[in-house]
């Protein structure tokens, strides 16, 4: 019923820039808290960033200064804006939601699919 459909991952040279986008769909009453995580091969999951539904922002140290997460409420989209890349970014990304389906529903936490970024020359 609820979907998050990503895009915006590929290939970039180190220093280079890439945007990716992620769109929340379905039977949607609220969405709350949004927030990008990353996988790199061998790895677990972990976090990025993350945004509340009022717009605080909160960054992994590795990332703070480079990477921008922002939401498009009115879209039902969060964004992640990532700036002067490095080989130890490529992983794959994932957004991850918090959303309502209805007005007496629970709050579910719903992922992505996933979307490559590899940052190489």
């Known amino acids: 019923q609820v979907q998050l459909v990503e895009s915006g991952g590929g290939l970039v040279q180190p220093g280079g820039s890439l945007g990716l986008s992620c769109e929340v769909s379905?039977?949607?009453?609220?969405?709350?808290?949004m927030a990008w995580y990353l996988q790199a091969p061998g790895r677990q999951r972990e976090l990025v960033a993350y945004?509340?539904?009022?717009?605080?922002?909160t960054y992994v140290d590795s990332v703070k200064g480079r990477f921008t997460i922002s939401r498009d409420n009115a879209k039902n989209t969060v964004y992640l804006q990532m700036n002067s890349l490095k080989p130890e970014d490529t992983a794959v990304y994932y957004c991850?939601?918090?959303?309502?389906?209805?007005?007496?529903?629970?709050?579910?936490?719903?992922w992505g699919q996933g979307t490559q970024v590899t940052v190489s020359s």
């Open positions: 945004i509340t539904s009022g717009g605080s922002t």
């Open positions: 991850y939601a918090e959303v309502r389906t209805s007005p007496w529903g629970t709050i579910v936490t719903y």
């Open positions: 379905g039977s949607i009453f609220g969405i709350y808290d």
